[in-house]
C-alpha cells in the first residue's frame, strides 16, 4: 500500500543546533516533493520544492535533499531558532499533479 | 495580494445536521483544492477543482460531502448529514495551475466539532 512516513511525532532539539526531519515513502513515484511548515490554528506554508532529478536545494537556512533511490527526503534547518518552532509537513505529487499527498508531520521544539 | 478566505472560522454542530463551508481562493489562481486535517494527521485531499470543472475527488466521501465551484471563483462544501468523525479542520487552499510544481497557498481553516 502507498505510505508516507516522517520521522517522529515530536522532535526537541537546543537552540542553534541543526534540525534534521525526514520523509520516507512507499509505492509512490513523485515527480515533486514540497515541504511546507503549518503553525497552531493556521494552514500550511509552503517552504521549498525539489525535483526528482534535484539531490539538493536550500533557501537560507533551509535544505532539501531528495533520493529517489532511498525514498527518501531530508529537511534540515541549520542554526535553529525558537520561531522555528513548527509542524513540518511533506508532501508529494505523484502523477503530475493527479494525486498531491501530505505526511503526517513532524512537530519540531527548538529549546532556548 | 489577499490570501485565501475561509468562512466560518470555528463551527461546532450536532450530528446528522448539516454545515457549509466557503471559500475564496486568491484571485486568478485556476486550482482550488479542499482537504481535511485530523487532529495530528497531514491534510488529505478532498477534491480538487481545475477552474469550474472536478479534477480529482475520489477520496471524497460522497454519500455525504459536496462541494462545487460556480463560474471557476469561490468555492463551497457541504456535509449532510454530519458524523463525529468529520471533526476536524477544513483547509481550502490555491495555486496558479496545476501541478506538482505549483505552491499551494491555504487559508485558515474552518475547524468544525460535531458532537
Known amino acids: 500500500s502507498q505510505k508516507i512516513e516522517q520521522n517522529s511525532e515530536a522532535l526537541n532539539i537546543q537552540e542553534g543546533k541543526t534540525a534534521t526531519l525526514t520523509c520516507n515513502y512507499t509505492?509512490?513515484?513523485?515527480?515533486?516533493l514540497q515541504w511546507y511548515r503549518q503553525d497552531p490554528g493556521r494552514g500550511p506554508v509552503f517552504l521549498l520544492l525539489i525535483r526528482e532529478n534535484e539531490k539538493e536545494k536550500r533557501k537560507e537556512r533551509l535544505k532539501v535533499t531528495f533520493d529517489t533511490t532511498l525514498k527518501q527526503s531530508l529537511f534540515h534547518i541549520t542554526a535553529s531558532q525558537p520561531a522555528d518552532s513548527a509542524t513540518y509537513l511533506c508532501?508529494?505529487?505523484?502523477?503530475?499533479?493527479?494525486?498531491?499527498?501530505f505526511g503526517p508531520g513532524t512537530r519540531l521544539s527548538v529549546l532556548p | 495580494e489577499a490570501g485565501v478566505a475561509q468562512s466560518p472560522r470555528y463551527k461546532i454542530i450536532e450530528k446528522r445536521q448539516s454545515v457549509a463551508f466557503w471559500c475564496n481562493p486568491i484571485s486568478g489562481h485556476a486550482t482550488l483544492y479542499w482537504y481535511q486535517q485530523i487532529l495530528g494527521q497531514g491534510p488529505k485531499l478532498l477534491i480538487q477543482f481545475q477552474n469550474n470543472g472536478v479534477v480529482d475527488d475520489s477520496q471524497l466521501p460522497k454519500d455525504r460531502f459536496s462541494a462545487e465551484r460556480l463560474k471557476g471563483v469561490d468555492s463551497t462544501l457541504k456535509i449532510q448529514p454530519a458524523k463525529l468523525e468529520d471533526s476536524a479542520v477544513y483547509l481550502c487552499?490555491?495555486?496558479?495551475?496545476?501541478?506538482?510544481?505549483?505552491?499551494?497557498?491555504f487559508g485558515p481553516g474552518t475547524r468544525l466539532t460535531v458532537l
Open positions: 509505492n509512490y513515484s513523485p515527480a515533486y
Open positions: 487552499a490555491s495555486s496558479p495551475s496545476r501541478g506538482g510544481t505549483d505552491t499551494q497557498y
Open positions: 508532501a508529494l505529487d505523484d502523477n503530475y499533479g493527479q494525486n498531491f499527498v
